[in-house]
């Protein structure tokens, strides 16, 4: 099995930035992609940001230009820096870990418990 412990959550003014990061209890899996996601109240949760297995990134186009996954293998860790943040991006933002455990066969999603993201205007 495998943790993942979020951190970097809170309360900022609109046009200010935060950075989230989240970390593995464990390295030794292979990746097939790391992401952040996030759920606003009363709304489905959806993909924020990702990056795969060989460092290729995807944002939703909400958070293009403001937002910027970034990851270390070894560490075992993926981080998000969030810039000229907005009322709109408040939300819980969950990691994401699609891997794949040693001696396994399947990729399966592993997540965070989730850290309050709160943009005031």
């Known amino acids: 099995q495998v943790q993942l412990v979020e951190s970097g959550g809170g309360l900022v003014q609109a046009g200010g930035s935060l950075r989230l990061s989240c970390a593995a209890s464990?390295?030794?899996?292979?990746?097939?992609?790391m992401a952040w996601y996030r759920q606003a109240p009363g709304k489905q949760r959806e993909l924020v940001a990702q990056i795969s297995g060989g460092g290729v990134t995807n944002y939703a186009d909400s958070v293009k230009g403001r937002f910027t996954i970034s990851r270390d293998i070894v560490k075992a860790t993926v981080s998000m820096q969030m810039d000229s943040l907005k009322p709109e991006d408040t939300g819980v933002y969950y990691c994401?870990?699609?891997?794949?455990?040693?001696?396994?066969?399947?990729?399966?999603?592993?997540w965070g418990q989730g850290t309050q993201v709160t943009v005031s205007s």
């Open positions: 464990r390295s030794d899996f292979a990746i097939n992609a």
């Open positions: 994401n870990f699609a891997i794949r455990l040693p001696w396994t066969h399947d990729y399966r999603d592993y």
